[in-house]
Each structure stands twice: as structure tokens, then as C-alpha cells.
């Protein structure tokens, strides 16, 4: 006896089933904003260039280091002569030319004195590597900033978004509020218009700022090296800066990585330049040979050592070029460095006074918001009882959003201010610099 189930019952059933055996849903990933600043000093191509680049100065240290050591060669020939030739001298045969010949030896050059330019070669590439270790340093914090700044896009597109929805949702109550004073023949039909143009407005605006969410994660991950989906927090802002400005200004003259490639260039044009003069002096190395061979007139073995001087005394003015190059590399050097201390001053003076405009912005915008909300919702109240327009209340919509977006721009600028200040100081990120250094803990 068949027994009847119902059809609700069944259908409970089958979604039970088709529950049970989808596939669970993939968590997704939420990441902060200190797991951005890691991901970046890890991941971005940048970093790993700056890297690669202070591994190319090893090697090239490692090629200056070749001139100063013995250069050695081993060689060998087998001839074999259509025409033999020997002698018979004190009861030995002497062979001249034996009808297959062959000479081994090994052969060496090394170097002894070339006015220190090897040792001034090798200085250079050892403070090279320092300079290429710099560099990363100065990599890590441009490419840690730029992540906080696309984290905090990516962050005000999502605020974006939850503003566009309320906007929305108050455009919606405005027109079901017009359209139901119509119908009472309380209101005209331009305003029932008048509220279907604001909330197609509303709704444009909501789709830019989803479309604005999508490149500026898409943006984010360019700088993060990850493909899995992900989710932003709001993090915690850093404490605004309690030094003073003149104490900031110093620290970043002491601080800033690129000032210090500066001086690290100086070094190495100061070296190229005692480079240059050792060319006016002398070449001095020893050469020096061992033959084993067939031939045994006068031996089997043969061997020299000889210690060769070359002073080059007129080359056209060469050297006196290359070293007039050198002297204005190490001027164009110095303005350099001049320069870069006057734009270190300028730019920390300019990201101090950036956080106080902002910090005063976020107060006013705040009090801003807090009158904006009000305004809005008493004008939506008095346009339900008709005292007041569809006007005043679309304007009271319309300034509530644009207060509650400047209000985001303005706190999320005054927070990746304070981060911009900390590069323009040098002082940004110094745990992700240390591990991102040659020899440092990834």
C-alpha cells in the first residue's frame, strides 16, 4: 500500500537533497590593511625589479673582483708533420720536428699595479650593492603607499556604494510620497516627474559608484600580486604626528633612502675620479708560462716568467676627457642632492600642513553631515503633510549625500595623509623595508 506524501513535503525534500550535495560556498578572503602593506612590499613586480637589481650588483662586484686576481689558461696542440726532422747528439736522439707533435702548458697573467684603477673598480661595486639595497628601500615605501592608497580607494568606493543605496532609498520614499499626494490631488504630476527623474539619477549614481568598487579592487590587486576574490575592513588610522614640524623636517633630511643613494653616488663618483687619474700611471703585471711538448730540442719542458710595463704617454686626450667627465658627474651629483633636500623640505612641510587643512575639514564636514540628516528627514516629514515641497525635499536628499561623500573623501584623504607624511619623512614602513632588504626575513 502506497502511501501519498504532499507535494510541499516533497519540495522540502528535494531542496534538502540539492543543499547536501551543492558545493560549499568559498569564504572569502577579508584582508587588512597591514596584510595589503605586506603583500605589496612582498609581491609587487617593483620590489622584486629593486631585488633583482641589488643581485646584479653582486655579480658585477664579482667582475671587478676578476681583475685584480690571476687570469690562467691551459692550452694544448697536436700537430702532425708530413716532414719529421731529428739528430743523434752524445748518443741521445734529438728530435726537431717529430712527425706528431704536441704542446700542453698552462700560461698566467696577473696583475701587480694599474694606478689602483682595479681596486678603485671594486670599491665602487661594493658601495653599488649598497646603493641597489637602498633602492629597494626606497621601492618598499613607494609601493607600501601606493597599496594604502588604492586599499582606501577601494574602501571609499564601498562607502560609495552604501551612500548610493540610501540615496536611492530616499529618492524611492520621495516619489511613492508624490505619487500618493497626487492621487489624494495634493500635488501635480511634475512633481511625481520630478521624483522619478531623481531616483533614475539615484540609481546611475549607484551604478558608478559599483563600477568604481570593481576597478579600484581590480587596482588593488595589481599592487597585492593576489587572484582570489577579497574583502577590504576599515583599518585603524595612525596617530596623527607629534613632533613638531621643524623636528619632522630634520628627520626626514636623516631619514629619506633617497638622499642616501644620493650620497652613495657621490661616493662612487668620487671613486670614478681617482679611477680616471690612475690612468696616467703605469700597467705592471707578470706573465708567465709552463710548456710540456714532443719537441726536445733544447727540452721537453719549457717555461718563462716575465714582468711586462706598459705607460701609454699620448692617447689624444682620452683620459683627460674621461676624467673631466668624471669631476662633472660628481657636480651634477651634489645638485642633485642639493635639490632632492630642498624637495624632501618642501614635500614634508606640505604633507604637515595637508593633515591639519584636513583634519579641520573632517570636523566641519562631520557638524555638516549631522545638519544635512536632520534637514532631510524634517523636510520629508513636512512633505508627507504638505508643508513643504517635492523641492526642498529632493535638495535636503541631495545635500545629505553630497555631505555624507565629502565627508568620506575628507576622512579617508586626512588618513592617507598621515601615511603620506610618514614616506616623506622615510619613516614609512620600516618592518616591511628591513624584511624586504638584501639578507632580511621574508
Known amino acids: 500500500m502506497s502511501r501519498h506524501i504532499p507535494p510541499s513535503r516533497?519540495?522540502?525534500?528535494?531542496?534538502?537533497?540539492?543543499?547536501?550535495?551543492?558545493?560549499?560556498?568559498?569564504?572569502?578572503?577579508?584582508?587588512?590593511?597591514?596584510?595589503?602593506?605586506?603583500l605589496a612590499a612582498r609581491n609587487f613586480e617593483t620590489v622584486?625589479?629593486?631585488?633583482?637589481?641589488?643581485e646584479q650588483a653582486k655579480l658585477l662586484k664579482r667582475q671587478a673582483l676578476s681583475a685584480v686576481l690571476p687570469n690562467v689558461n691551459v692550452n694544448g696542440t697536436y700537430t702532425r708533420n708530413l716532414v719529421s726532422a731529428a739528430f743523434d747528439f752524445g748518443g741521445r736522439t734529438i728530435l726537431?720536428?717529430?712527425?706528431?707533435?704536441?704542446?700542453?702548458?698552462?700560461?698566467?697573467?696577473?696583475?701587480?699595479?694599474?694606478?689602483?684603477?682595479?681596486?678603485?673598480?671594486?670599491?665602487?661595486?661594493?658601495?653599488?650593492?649598497?646603493?641597489?639595497?637602498?633602492?629597494?628601500?626606497?621601492?618598499?615605501?613607494?609601493?607600501?603607499?601606493?597599496?594604502?592608497?588604492?586599499?582606501?580607494?577601494?574602501?571609499g568606493t564601498k562607502e560609495y556604494v552604501a551612500i548610493s543605496k540610501r540615496a536611492l532609498e530616499l529618492a524611492e520614499a520621495t516619489q511613492r510620497t508624490a505619487e500618493?499626494?497626487?492621487?489624494?490631488?495634493?500635488?501635480?504630476?511634475?512633481?511625481?516627474?520630478?521624483?522619478?527623474?531623481?531616483?533614475?539619477?539615484a540609481q546611475r549614481q549607484l551604478l558608478d559608484a559599483e563600477n568604481a568598487e570593481v576597478l579600484a579592487r581590480d587596482q588593488l590587486r595589481i599592487f597585492l600580486g593576489v587572484e582570489q576574490d577579497f574583502q577590504v575592513t576599515r583599518p585603524q588610522p595612525p596617530a596623527p604626528p607629534a613632533a613638531a614640524l621643524d623636528a619632522l623636517v630634520a628627520e626626514g633630511l636623516q631619514a629619506r633612502p633617497e638622499l642616501r643613494a644620493l650620497e652613495l653616488?657621490?661616493?662612487?663618483?668620487?671613486?670614478?675620479?681617482?679611477?680616471?687619474?690612475?690612468?696616467?700611471?703605469?700597467v705592471v703585471k707578470a706573465d708567465g708560462s709552463?710548456?710540456?711538448?714532443?719537441?726536445?730540442f733544447p727540452s721537453t719542458r719549457i717555461g718563462s716568467v716575465s714582468i711586462n710595463a706598459t705607460w701609454n704617454v699620448f692617447n689624444g686626450g682620452r683620459t683627460g676627457s674621461e676624467l673631466a667627465g668624471a669631476e662633472v658627474a660628481l657636480r651634477q651629483t651634489d645638485?642633485?642632492?642639493?635639490?632632492?633636500?630642498?624637495?624632501?623640505?618642501?614635500q614634508v612641510r606640505a604633507a604637515y600642513l595637508k593633515i591639519?587643512?584636513?583634519?579641520?575639514?573632517?570636523?566641519?564636514?562631520?557638524?555638516?553631515?549631522?545638519?544635512?540628516?536632520?534637514?532631510a528627514d524634517e523636510t520629508s516629514r513636512a512633505y508627507k503633510v504638505g508643508e513643504a515641497t517635492d523641492l526642498d525635499t529632493l535638495t535636503a536628499n541631495d545635500q545629505l549625500a553630497r555631505s555624507e561623500r565629502d565627508l568620506l573623501d575628507a576622512t579617508y584623504s586626512y588618513e592617507v595623509a598621515l601615511y603620506e607624511l610618514q614616506r616623506a619623512v622615510g619613516t614609512l614602513a620600516p618592518d616591511l623595508v628591513a624584511a624586504a632588504a638584501p639578507g632580511g626575513q621574508h
Open 48 to 54: 622584486q625589479l629593486a631585488q633583482q637589481d641589488v
Open 10 to 38: 516533497t519540495l522540502a525534500l528535494v531542496l534538502l537533497v540539492l543543499a547536501a550535495a551543492a558545493p560549499p560556498a568559498r569564504a572569502q578572503t577579508t584582508l587588512t590593511l597591514d596584510d595589503a602593506q605586506k
Open 335 to 346: 645638485l642633485r642632492r642639493d635639490l632632492l633636500r630642498k624637495q624632501t623640505e618642501n
Open 180 to 201: 500618493s499626494l497626487f492621487r489624494a490631488g495634493e500635488a501635480v504630476e511634475t512633481a511625481v516627474l520630478r521624483a522619478r527623474v531623481a531616483v533614475g539619477n
Open 356 to 375: 591639519q587643512t584636513l583634519h579641520a575639514s573632517v570636523d566641519v564636514l562631520t557638524q555638516q553631515v549631522d545638519v544635512a540628516r536632520r534637514n
Open 96 to 155: 726537431i720536428l717529430p712527425g706528431n707533435d704536441y704542446n700542453v702548458g698552462f700560461s698566467f697573467s696577473q696583475p701587480l699595479y694599474a694606478g689602483f684603477r682595479e681596486q678603485r673598480a671594486l670599491d665602487q661595486a661594493k658601495v653599488n650593492i649598497e646603493a641597489a639595497g637602498v633602492a629597494v628601500a626606497t621601492t618598499v615605501q613607494d609601493s607600501v603607499l601606493n597599496a594604502t592608497r588604492a586599499y582606501y580607494q577601494m574602501l
Open 290 to 296: 709552463v710548456t710540456q711538448r714532443r719537441t726536445s
Open 265 to 282: 653616488q657621490r661616493e662612487i663618483a668620487q671613486l670614478e675620479i681617482r679611477k680616471r687619474k690612475g690612468a696616467y700611471l703605469p
